[in-house]
């Protein structure tokens, strides 16, 4: 295992929005994550990477607060959340219009959509190009689309720390580049945001830095100290 550097330390000026200390998971025989100690910290653009199977979607659904930990504790603070799934469960025989999908992310929600509300929903799907949509039933849309419509859904109610688990997996190449200047825009803003993916290259910033994760933390540091010392966390 990669020995511990400076950068892995953590030491960090910037208040700390989520905090896991000695933090397990296990399903039954099957450890997911062991002994994770970690500090999300404001304003973090952080890339979580592994092998399939290696517990990145645990670890997600850790800091989303949609799993409790076997082990350990995880301690946070107020900030909004926006989480965005890997996989987007859609009954295909559900009525629901993208509007009401998008509308179901808002922090409160009445039976009528007021028309600021309406206004926002279509200012959004106006920028992720798919303003002809905001009637259609889910069922309708490509995969693609559907991955737009729930991203919109996560950053509706305009949430402080910003979860992605592999959001471009379902996204055309063209949109792609678009969608990664959104994201860096949020980031300028002063979003803080865990992006899980299996490409680093091509990334939104140097200023990111890398969770390499495997069962344990197994690297944590900046873009470029993870390229140099690849092939060594990888063995």
């Known amino acids: 295992m990669l020995t511990s550097s400076p950068k892995m330390s953590q030491t960090s000026n910037k208040p700390s929005v989520i905090k896991l200390t000695n933090v397990s998971v296990d399903f039954g025989d099957v450890l997911a994550l062991k002994n994770i100690n970690f500090t999300i910290t404001k304003g973090m653009l952080l890339y979580v990477i ?109 949430p402080d720390i910003i979860i992605l688990d592999e959001p471009t997996s379902a996204l055309d190449p063209s949109f792609r580049s678009f969608f990664n200047e959104i994201i860096r825009e949020l980031h300028h803003e002063g979003k803080t945001i865990i992006f899980v993916t299996h490409e680093l290259h091509g990334a939104l910033c140097d200023c990111a830095n890398v969770l390499y994760i495997d069962q344990e933390i197994r690297f944590f540091g900046d873009l470029q100290e993870y390229f140099a010392k690849e092939h060594s966390i990888h063995v």
């Open 50 to 158: 592994g092998p399939n199977g290696s517990g990145k979607t645990t670890f997600i659904r850790l800091l989303a607060n949609l799993l409790a930990p076997t082990h350990g504790t995880i301690e946070r603070n107020n900030d909004r959340l926006g989480y965005l799934p890997q996989k987007l469960n859609l009954n295909p025989n559900f009525p629901i219009t993208v509007e009401e999908v998008i509308y179901s992310g808002f922090t409160k929600q009445s039976l009528i959509i007021s028309k600021t509300e309406r206004e926002l929903i279509k200012s959004w799907l106006t920028k992720m190009q798919i303003p002809h949509l905001l009637k259609k039933p889910m069922a309708h849309l490509s995969g693609g689309q559907q991955q737009r419509v729930y991203l919109i859904r996560a950053l509706i109610s305009n």
